[in-house]
């Protein structure tokens, strides 16, 4: 089981990105989904949550601006970020908690980050 996050890049201020998270292997149960970035310097950060069922949290620096989303059918999270500052510069991390297939156990897998630049 492996989860892999792409869509990073350099964007304006103001601009948008849409960030995947796709959960890939023997997976018997997905749960929920997040993303978490953390800028130089700083402490990782929670930017937003969605269970399984949909519901959500966000980081209060984000709110209103990201939206995170998923499709179970692709074993796949979203984050959609609007309105992007400078501040939002960071890596960004997606976790996923997952039950692998003949694992009765759950557990929290990362993927890889993808860096967010946010310049002009």
């Known amino acids: 089981v492996q989860l892999q996050a792409f869509g990073g890049g350099l964007v304006q201020p103001g601009g948008s990105l849409r960030l995947s998270c796709a959960a890939s292997?023997?997976?018997?149960?997905?749960?929920?989904m997040g993303w978490y970035r953390q800028a130089p310097g700083k402490l990782r950060e929670l930017v937003a949550q969605?269970?399984?069922?949909?519901?959500?949290n966000y980081g209060d620096s984000v709110k209103g601006r990201f939206t995170i989303s998923r499709d179970n059918a692709k074993n796949t999270g979203y984050l959609q970020m609007n309105s992007l500052k400078p501040e939002d510069t960071a890596v960004y991390y997606c976790?996923?908690?997952?039950?692998?297939?003949?694992?009765?156990?759950?557990?929290?897998?990362w993927g890889q980050g993808t860096l967010v630049t946010v310049s002009s």
């Open positions: 976790n996923a908690d997952l039950r692998a297939v003949g694992v009765p156990i759950w557990r929290t897998y």
């Open positions: 292997g023997s997976i018997a149960t997905l749960g929920a």
């Open positions: 969605i269970t399984s069922g949909g519901n959500t």
